[in-house]
């Protein structure tokens, strides 16, 4: 069996030949590689050397982590933008959400030694800023580019699959982009109203999402 064989198997709930080798190696070939990695852009072509390097060392291929399948745009009173900016002479990442209620923003630092973007801003602190999240997210309408996503497959081929991945619910872009755990928390029991509004509006837009990504390839 090959590695997507094997993988596929286990999905229908059949029993592999042997148990399916597969890994994320993104991060550490990026860092091995020194090769820079943006999340202010999705990327819209396969990635070709970490693709390689996975079938070099026999492991199985899954997730694409800043592959862009689908597109998402934000109604004409709602404006999200992703910038760069420099602080204190390192690469920093905002991302914007300006609505009719108001503007919020989260930020994101480069990190030499982690080789990673750590939070440098919280984009969520008062009952307001949860309102604006909840306005912006809510309204997000999503368009597929099937195409790309065959782009990708084609070349993992048999060494793998290629996860379609529908991003965060609602609590996970709270606890892990605009709040962090602590403010969540707090956000439960202080406004625990607002909250759970917040979080079923998001979610219930999340599925229009997931409606669409079942139509995939």
């Not at 309204?139 to 990708?152: L, Q, S």
């Amino acid at each position: 069996m090959t590695l997507r064989e094997r993988i596929l198997s286990v999905y229908r709930g059949d029993t592999p030949d042997v148990v399916p080798y597969m890994l994320d190696l993104s991060h550490w070939f990026y860092w091995k590689h020194h090769l820079p990695w943006d999340l202010s852009i999705p990327y819209d072509q396969p990635e070709y050397a970490l693709i390689d390097y996975h079938r070099q060392v026999g492991a199985g291929f899954y997730m694409p982590n800043m592959g862009a399948f689908y597109t998402t745009s934000f109604p004409d009173d709602i404006e999200a933008i992703v910038e760069k900016r420099q602080r204190n002479g390192v690469p920093e990442i905002v991302w914007r959400f300006t609505t009719p209620l108001g503007s919020i923003e989260r930020a994101r630092i480069w990190e030499e030694k982690t080789y990673a973007w750590g939070i440098s801003q919280w984009g969520i602190s008062s009952e307001q800023d949860l309102r604006i999240f909840a306005r912006a997210m809510a309204g997000r309408t999503y368009a597929p580019m099937w195409d790309k996503y065959r782009e990708w497959n084609e070349y993992v081929g048999d060494l793998g699959v290629v996860y379609l991945s529908a991003g965060y619910s609602a609590m996970g872009h709270l606890l892990n982009y605009w709040m962090g755990i602590e403010q969540t928390a707090y956000a439960s029991v202080d406004i625990p109203g607002v909250l759970q509004e917040t979080v079923e509006a998001v979610n219930a837009n999340n599925l229009d999402l997931i409606d669409l990504l079942c139509q995939s390839p």
